[in-house]
């Protein structure tokens, strides 16, 4: 898998990580994903932190930048698309030009093809091979 793309699905899913254990310590549950259930307001802040829940995911504010997000089946959170991705890696400059010039498109869909990421069984976000 190109090293760029590889790199920026690792930070992507890293700062969902984030925003996850930042919001099951602040509302001590153990699937935000649940927020209904919990009682938890969709549209909140939790310190410096912004967040807003949506259809099956959540948009989170750092402050600096911002990760949107699908909860995949399961209630996984390592899930992705080119859109997700884009967005994301947009916010940070060593990301832009291989975002503007499309090649993470190219490269995102020869990670599909050669099978490097998965399409989820259900929906259409992909994960990583092997996990």
């Known amino acids: 898998m190109n090293q760029t793309l590889l790199k920026l699905i690792s930070l992507f899913l890293s700062r969902v990580r984030e925003a996850e254990e930042i919001m099951k ?3 001590d549950i153990e ?3 649940y927020f209904r259930q919990a009682g938890i ?3 909140g802040k939790i310190d410096s932190y ?4 949506h259809g099956i995911g959540c948009y989170f504010e750092f402050g600096d930048f911002e990760v949107d997000y699908d909860y995949a089946e399961d209630g996984r959170i ?3 698309d080119l859109w997700r991705l884009s967005r994301f890696g947009e916010q940070y400059d060593e990301f832009k030009d291989y975002i503007a010039s ?6 995102f869909n020869t990670a599909d093809a050669s099978e490097e990421i998965v399409e ?3 929906g259409n976000l992909y994960h990583l091979k092997n996990t």
């Open 41 to 43: 307001a969709r549209v």
């Open 102 to 107: 499309g090649k993470i498109e190219l490269d």
């Open 25 to 27: 310590e602040a509302f």
């Open 120 to 122: 989820f069984e259900q």
């Open 50 to 53: 912004s967040y807003s829940f």
């Open 78 to 80: 390592d899930g992705f």
């Open 31 to 33: 699937e935000p994903m």
